[in-house]
């Protein structure tokens, strides 16, 4: 039975207090110039990766759990509310098992905070964490 999970990508890069970035956004840090403000946003250090459920007697799966969270100015991830699981065919115990597991990982992200002008500032971010389950 092959089990893995994987990360997919921090999206959406939106700054929790100032909608400077309206455009997609990857784990690594961007610098953007507008209304003369300098904006950094949120850089990565460690990403641990939910454990995928054991023994799981279903059929072959590749579920992704959506997470919106907001990556705090002082290095906290916080307010994690679920967007949506996709297929939205998933089976409600699997998803609520996976969903818990996708929270707890989100809480244990380690990152340097972003900035704007040089002043750490709270970010909105969007985790999709991806499953693959087979027999």
Avoid: H
């Amino acid at each position: 039975m092959k089990k893995s999970v994987t990360l997919l990508a921090l999206i959406s890069g939106l700054t929790f207090l100032v909608p400077l970035l309206a455009q997609s956004q990857t784990a690594s840090t961007a610098k953007v110039s507008a209304n003369g403000q300098n904006f950094v946003s949120a850089a990565i250090t460690e990403r641990p990766e939910p454990k995928p459920p054991e023994n799981y007697p279903g059929p072959k799966i590749k579920p992704t759990v959506v997470l919106r969270v907001v990556f705090r100015s002082w290095g906290e991830v916080t307010n994690i509310k679920l967007v949506k699981v996709l297929p939205k065919d998933t089976p409600k115990d699997l998803s609520k098992d996976l969903v818990k597991r996708c929270k707890e990982a989100a809480k244990q992200i380690k990152f340097i905070p972003a900035t704007r002008d040089g002043e750490a500032v709270s970010m909105l971010m969007q985790l999709e964490y991806t499953f693959e389950l087979d027999k």
